[in-house]
Structures are given as structure tokens and as C-alpha cells.
């Protein structure tokens, strides 16, 4: 079967994507109904769903390409755009709000020159904001990749983030 050929992205690379296009065939028999757990097995591998698999998947599962793509932005769990290394979720919630996440995620958004949804040109960091993480008694709280920080201040906030930065 014919694969495309992938752009390599700084950003990608947890899995080479010819690989793991490889390792579906396998893995799936390319039914219609096996396109969730088809991007699921995607965002997983590399974090994101690249175009080009996209269209791959729309031709192994000959679903039109538009449904393959409408699935992939219905859903908030699969990311089109890659991620960076460290996902950074500044909580909005009203909880958080009231002790100042407001100004936590200005400052982060004036540190990293990103907006939340993106990431920094680095492929470091991807900026976030999440409704409430269910832990207000934490307020305001700030996750890193898995990791909560609760009780977070502004200059709290910048430090984390300049020793992962290198300093
Ligand atoms: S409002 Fe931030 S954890 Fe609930």
C-alpha cells in the first residue's frame, strides 16, 4: 500500500509517522466505524493528528475526507496543531478567578508571547486555559503536563517557567 511521505515537525517525533501509519494496517481494518479509535490512536502516538494523516486515514476508511476532518475538530480530545513539551492550563474557573488567575495567565501570555490555544515558536510550551480543574480549595491553580500547583502566585508562575525554560 502506498504511504505519503511526512514533513518532519520539531514538534512531532514521539512516533515517526510512517511507522505508526504502518502499525494501524495492523492494528485496524480500516472500517468505517474504526475512525475514532484510529484518531485516538494518532493523538496518542504523536500527540496531535496531522494533516497528511488525516487524509490517509479518510482513504484507508474511504470516508470523505470531510468526515474524517469534521470528526477530528468535533471532538476537544483530539488536538489538530502540535503540542509542546510542556502544556501549561491556567484555570479560569470563578474560584481561581477571585485569587488572581486573570493576571497569572497575562503574565504567562506576556512571557511566552502566545495566546492560549498556541504554542511558543520553540515547540516548547503550549498555553491553555481550562473552566474550573475541580480542586478550588487550591485557588488559583496552574497544571504542568500532570502536575498541579496549587496556591500559585504571578512570580511563582514566571519561575516555573523559566527553570523549565533553561533559566
Ligand atoms: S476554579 Fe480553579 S479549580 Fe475550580
Do not use: W
Request: net charge positive; proline share 5%; hydrophobic share 40%.
Amino acid at each position: 500500500m502506498h504511504l505519503v511521505h511526512f514533513e518532519q515537525s520539531p514538534l512531532q517525533g514521539r512516533l515517526d509517522p510512517e511507522a505508526l501509519l504502518a502499525e494501524m494496517q495492523v492494528r485496524f481494518e480500516g472500517r468505517a466505524d474504526e475512525l475514532i479509535p484510529m484518531l485516538q490512536c494518532v493523538q496518542k502516538a504523536l500527540g496531535f493528528l496531522p494533516e497528511q494523516i488525516l487524509l490517509e486515514i479518510a482513504r484507508l476508511t474511504r470516508l470523505p475526507a470531510a468526515r474524517v476532518f469534521g470528526t477530528a475538530t468535533f471532538y476537544s480530545q483530539f488536538r489538530l496543531q502540535p503540542v509542546g513539551k510542556y502544556i501549561i492550563r491556567v484555570c479560569r474557573g470563578t474560584a481561581c478567578h477571585v485569587k488572581g488567575s486573570g493576571r497569572i495567565l497575562d503574565d504567562i501570555q506576556g512571557y511566552l508571547q502566545v495566546a492560549p490555544g498556541r504554542t511558543t515558536q520553540d515547540g516548547l510550551f503550549t498555553l491553555e486555559t481550562v473552566a474550573c480543574f475541580g480542586s478550588c480549595a487550591l485557588a488559583p491553580i496552574l497544571v504542568i503536563n500532570e502536575r498541579v500547583y496549587g496556591s500559585t502566585n504571578r512570580s511563582k508562575a514566571l519561575r516555573l517557567l523559566s527553570d523549565m525554560r533553561g533559566g
